[in-house]
């Protein structure tokens, strides 16, 4: 992938706001390859197999996936291994090694024809661990549910384990997009000296209260999940007005450096590039 991108074939799409992990925007040479890939498809299945083409919509409607069961029942279950930490889908693993039809199990069942049958990890033979679930991406003990001590990871972004771990207090460290984080919200480099301050959500009206998560302190709502608003412990200096809503301006930091962005983002999604005069102040 860093060479693809280094090279100019591809890079994430929305990249300055996180990306999204399985979006991807191509450069001219991505462009030229996926269609030389194309073009041999049609080769091969139309000119040659006589099969015909059709193009469906690439976006399925809420209703269609709430009467298939996907928005109720379904999991993405990703099982890891403990020793040479390559990922793999746990319902098809545990298919291809006993031939158990998995649809519909819950994780704690699939967990238990791992452990039952002892399904190991098919590279190196090593433990293998569940890692993700259809509520969320975390890292946790490998005796999860039993001991629940884990670490929650947040839903955007390609995570990459690069086998670091953080001088501050020896916690395991993830590459998160382009940055690499301690997965211990309770990290001495992630403690912060706050004032109590009898601050209300702005959304709601509730209190707001200091929250720890992987990248720090925030604040978050105390009416949470019913009100999910949250700001930084810092708050960022405003530059200006937004002339598309009216919001604050303020200065961003993304993968290519600082930029003025909306405080609305992400209902407003208006950007401009930092001046010159700008960047002397910062």
């Not at 080769?43 to 399925?60: D, L």
Request: one cysteine or more.
């Amino acid at each position: 992938m860093d060479l693809a991108r280094r090279r100019g074939y591809l890079w994430s799409s929305f990249e300055i706001y996180g990306g999204i992990a399985g979006f991807v925007d191509y450069g001219p040479l991505g462009c030229l390859l996926k269609n030389n890939i194309i073009a041999k498809f049609r080769e091969q299945f139309i000119a040659k197999e006589g099969f015909y083409e059709i193009e469906s919509p690439t976006v399925t409607p809420y209703e269609v996936l709430k009467a298939s069961g996907h928005v109720d029942n379904f999991t993405d279950p990703i099982v890891e291994c403990k020793n040479c930490l390559e990922s793999f889908r746990a319902d098809h693993l545990i298919e291809e090694f006993i031939d158990v039809d998995t649809e519909g199990k819950t994780l704690k069942e699939l967990e238990e024809l791992i452990k039952t049958h002892n399904i190991r990890c098919p590279k190196c033979g090593g433990d293998l661990i569940l890692i993700r679930h259809k509520k969320g991406r975390f890292v946790g003990c490998s005796n999860y549910p039993e001991c629940d001590v884990k670490y929650s990871l947040p839903d955007k972004g390609r995570i990459k384990i690069p086998n670091k771990v953080c001088e501050a207090c020896k916690s395991p460290i993830l590459k998160i997009g382009d940055r690499e984080v301690c997965i211990n919200p309770e990290c001495p480099l992630k403690q912060v000296e706050v004032k109590e301050e009898n601050r209300k959500c702005p959304k709601c009206g509730a209190k707001l209260v200091l929250k720890k998560g992987i990248y720090g302190a925030f604040y978050g709502c105390s009416n949470y999940p019913k009100c999910k608003y949250t700001e930084p412990i810092n708050k960022k200096e405003v530059v200006g007005k937004c002339t598309k809503c009216g919001g604050d301006l303020v200065v961003r930091e993304g993968k290519f450096g600082k930029f003025i962005g909306c405080s609305n983002y992400p209902k407003c999604k208006y950007t401009e590039k930092l001046k010159l005069d700008d960047k002397n102040n910062i």
